[in-house]
């Protein structure tokens, strides 16, 4: 038996007519951002494919004052998924999820997406790459339209796979863009001219698994969504040795507060490395 092609870009576009229908509605008449709201749209899918069937189809037959607030949770979600933040002060017991839990068939709530956060953002990730940057790209209609997608062969791979390789660099670079997007922000760092100590946090690697400098300041400003680093020093190891612990200064000491939540340490994963993280105490300060 002949092996079947996987679907063409026009069969995607087809498949999903009335994902760009409602895409187009959101942008169009709800004045939503495009970057933030292909995000939301890949969140919703990967909710269809866990077993949410029909989810943006019942969203879309609300009105546009409850798609507003539909929009609103979800935009919540992805911001505790990607940033482990919220996009407003409540509390986990009182997750802002009231309209999204009418749709789903188990109930979810803003730490659902703690407890099941690989699995979360490999997912939505995947439709973001293969699905919405896609069918939510207008370049793209067009050439399908003159016949030049068709033409090039351009095809994509439809079934989610669990070997699909996560491009961090494009993940960092994407999650800033809608995190900015959703707030509003700019991108320019933000200074105080507060001594460099007290802007700095001492940082440590698992003992053979260190971290370069760019890698290091990539993830904090990813973050963060904005630049937030000043500078990053490592530890001068011998040769053949590798380095040990660094230390990292930011632009606003306000950066430490975040980081650390009320924590006397914190714990981060880069590039399946561990760094852990402390406020900074000069040798010459007195205990």
Not at 2 to 28: G, K, Q, T, Y
Request: proline letters at 5%; glycine letters at 4%; one cysteine or more.
């Amino acid at each position: 038996m002949a092996a079947l092609n996987p679907p063409s870009v026009a069969d995607l576009l087809l498949f999903h007519r009335h994902e760009r229908e409602f895409f187009n509605r959101l942008i169009h008449r709800l004045g939503q951002r495009h970057v933030p709201t292909q995000w939301v749209m890949s969140l919703w899918l990967w909710f269809e494919s866990i077993g949410h069937h029909d989810f943006i189809r019942r969203v879309s037959s609300s009105s546009d004052q409850l798609v507003l607030h539909f929009l609103a949770e979800a935009k919540a979600c992805l911001l505790r998924l990607i940033f482990n933040s919220s996009s407003d002060q409540q509390d986990d017991e009182h997750e802002p999820l009231l309209l999204t839990n009418t749709l789903v068939s188990e109930p979810i709530g803003l730490r659902f997406f703690d407890y099941h956060h690989q699995e979360a953002l490999h997912g939505v990730l995947y439709f973001q790459k293969n699905v919405s940057e896609i069918i939510f790209n207008d370049n793209i209609t067009d050439q399908i339209a003159a016949h030049q997608v068709l033409s090039s062969g351009l095809h994509i791979n439809w079934r989610p796979s669990v070997q699909y390789n996560v491009r961090e660099d494009h993940f960092a670079s994407s999650s800033a863009l809608m995190l900015n997007s959703m707030a509003g922000t700019s991108s320019a760092p933000v200074t105080d001219r507060s001594p460099e100590e007290q802007r700095s946090m001492f940082i440590t690697f698992s003992r053979g698994y260190p971290l370069t400098r760019d890698e290091i300041k990539d993830f904090f400003n990813m973050r963060f969504g904005r630049p937030c680093v000043e500078m990053v020093m490592i530890e001068k190891a011998p040769v053949g040795v590798p380095p040990m612990y660094g230390r990292v200064v930011f632009t606003t000491a306000s950066v430490i507060a975040v980081l650390l939540n009320g924590q006397k340490t914190a714990k981060f994963m880069i590039k399946g490395r561990h760094l852990w993280a402390r406020v900074y105490v000069p040798r010459h300060s007195s205990n």
